[in-house]
């Protein structure tokens, strides 16, 4: 087999699915076809079909009985589950759209249905795959900044209109699994959880509500502190409401030196370290050169690397490097945050072990709403 | 009058204490004059008063005894309530560096003896004067950025030698009143106050020692959410542990723009906003012109302004725009950030006034080394 037909589960969403990134970031890569969709919302997935030269399938089951090899599962996120576990049983590989579920019991059922098929499974965790977070993997492993002991990080949007529209599945608690924490917080955990070779041990966290008094809706703006087994304490602040372009921001602050990552500047790193390093310098601060560009040509540049190393995973029978495990730990950490915004204190992931085995994590959700601080400040 | 002649107390700690800069930024004021110092440290204090061709004084009332309008006062955090009732005493004006005092008590004791005594009292709080965050205060209250919400602010140097030395008073609880919370959060608290227009309502902390193990020490690091009565949320980092350049941030996030400062850039504000404003614009940001420089120079700039301001109200007999309350209001938040952390709790201001009220906010001290995370990363 030289390339890998794939089929795409949910491209109605699009323009605002990760579909357009995918198409735009794999276009060149000749082990790569898109060649089928099937979508719930049949008269969007036959235009859409239509638009992208593929073929279209008015039920998820005729899609699978088709010669596709894989899957790029694109629907909301509460329907993850059953999409995978489902094209697991017709045995196709798998690329699914993060967060892996919204629950650790969803997590967990792709993964037995995933591992008993036999077949390849991976969250298009594109952040895992950025050139920019693998240099800063690299420069944290090779101890450019000696230990690191904090870390600061932020991303920010403008999903506004979204959030206040009732029909938008964007930070609805049952269908997107919570707010701009479960949406975004994914990224920033599965990347750090890498990058620092560690898991969470605690977490504290501050929910808002600032744009929208829709009651199915979760919070705009999340407040996260996380302490690491090995004490690191990160900070991290996600936000649906900046109202500005699109803001990413990672500081690493190490022993022996700084790394800073800025996703809109052209050359996104600075590092500041003792050791040598063959690239300019600016001001005390290197700016080693990075396959990189501003929103949104990074996401097509990630989103590329990541879909090339899944199609060369099943065309080499080859564990992908991000594993469901890892991508289930970014989705545990999300869910520690929002039981400690439930209970108000700082809360261990042995607690959330706990609550899964006792009643289930899908019981956070109910305790959401009175979780979240409503403190409206923006315009009506 | 035409001049206001100072007396410095305690200058000794230089060339780690404010004077420097306070040198260096007024040195071609005609209306300041530095003519007498006295300093606990006999040796050091001549040494100094020779070097800067001062008159040197053997005792405190002696040179209060003298000719000098006014005091600066230099000394150890937990000096300066005594030191400043003192000099209040005498009658002469005075202009103290921050924070006020390490206690309410000590902050509401030196009001109440600055204003028996009639004279002018300003705390030195530079970043209240720095031209940077003149132009924040001036666009957030033109509304370019809408209504705020959302706050995140950074603080990070390198102490590591002082945290680590038992004689340096730095991060000492009793001498300095905390470690890096007290010593660079009061910086931020004023400043935010000052440009969101608004007070804090309640806090959150997490207090880590990261590089020693002296008991007599408090944190390192301080990671803090604040929210203020309006409903604006704040994420504040300060850290005595980077090793990398000074460090010093600022994100305002509001309903129609947003506004980020880095004192390290030349140009030290970049600001996104629908209204039109005279500036070069790069990338969708507006860059204001702005009279600064990375560290020091935009410390001689705000300390120039600020000791300007302290000396024209003496000669004019006006009130300083920089309030003993709102300096007060500052070490408020600090304590109150403290509390948190010893209560591991979100904690409200009217928490923190019930202690003062039956207690006193000192013994926060005595339970601030169990409320500290010891999570020794450094290398030794």
């Known amino acids: 087999m030289d390339s890998v037909?794939?089929?795409?589960?949910?491209?109605?969403?699009?323009?605002?699915?990760?579909?357009?990134?995918?198409?735009?970031?794999?276009?060149?890569?000749?082990?790569?076809?898109?060649?089928?969709?099937?979508?719930?919302?049949?008269?969007?997935?036959?235009?859409?079909?239509?638009?992208?030269k593929l073929k279209f399938y008015d039920s998820f089951d005729a899609m699978l009985e088709s010669d596709i090899d894989a899957v790029l599962v694109l629907v909301p996120h509460h329907a993850h589950e059953e999409v995978v576990v489902e094209a697991a049983k017709a045995g196709k590989h798998i690329l699914c759209e993060k967060p892996m579920a919204t629950t650790l019991e969803g997590c967990d059922h792709m993964i037995e249905a995933t591992k008993k098929a036999g077949v390849k499974f991976m969250i298009a965790e594109n952040h895992r795959f950025l050139p920019a977070h693998q240099s800063i993997s690299d420069f944290v492993k090779e101890g450019f900044i000696g230990n690191p002991f904090m870390v600061r990080t932020f991303e920010g949007v403008y999903e506004t209109h979204n959030i206040n529209n009732p029909k938008s599945w964007k930070a609805n608690i049952e269908k997107a699994g919570g707010g701009a924490l479960m949406d975004m917080g994914v990224h920033k955990f599965a990347t750090l959880n890498w990058i620092l070779n560690d898991t969470v041990d605690s977490a504290y966290c501050w929910l808002t509500k600032q744009v929208t008094d829709l009651p199915e809706k979760a919070e705009d703006n999340a407040f996260i502190f996380l302490k690491y087994h090995s004490g690191i304490i990160i900070e991290c602040t996600?936000?649906?409401?900046?109202?500005?372009?699109?803001?990413?921001?990672?500081?690493?602050?190490?022993?022996?030196?700084?790394?800073?990552?800025?996703?809109?500047?052209?050359?996104?790193?600075?590092?500041?370290?003792?050791?040598?390093?063959?690239?300019?310098?600016?001001?005390?601060?290197?700016?080693?050169?990075?396959?990189?560009?501003?929103?949104?040509?990074?996401?097509?540049?990630?989103?590329?690397?990541?879909?090339?190393?899944?199609?060369?995973?099943?065309?080499?029978?080859?564990?992908?490097?991000?594993?469901?495990?890892?991508?289930?730990?970014?989705?545990?950490?999300?869910?520690?945050?929002?039981?400690?915004?439930?209970?108000?204190?700082?809360?261990?992931?042995?607690?959330?072990?706990?609550?899964?085995?006792?009643k289930g994590t899908k019981s956070i959700f109910e305790q959401l709403p009175k979780a979240i601080q409503i403190n409206t400040i923006l315009d009506k």
């Open 5 to 52: 037909n794939y089929g795409l589960v949910g491209i109605g969403n699009t323009p605002n699915s990760a579909w357009p990134y995918h198409y735009a970031g794999t276009k060149d890569n000749p082990k790569i076809n898109f060649t089928s969709v099937f979508d719930i919302d049949l008269n969007k997935g036959k235009k859409l079909a239509k638009l992208f």
């Open 238 to 358: 996600l936000s649906f409401t900046v109202n500005s372009p699109p803001s990413n921001h990672l500081e690493i602050y190490g022993t022996k030196g700084s790394l800073i990552e800025n996703h809109s500047w052209k050359n996104p790193i600075r590092l500041y370290s003792s050791k040598k390093l063959d690239a300019e310098k600016y001001d005390g601060w290197y700016l080693p050169k990075i396959n990189h560009g501003p929103f949104p040509k990074y996401y097509l540049i990630s989103m590329g690397i990541e879909d090339a190393h899944f199609t060369e995973c099943v065309l080499t029978d080859k564990d992908p490097v991000f594993k469901p495990e890892d991508a289930r730990e970014a989705v545990a950490t999300a869910l520690l945050a929002y039981l400690s915004a439930i209970e108000g204190k700082t809360t261990r992931m042995d607690e959330l072990i706990d609550l899964y085995k006792k």
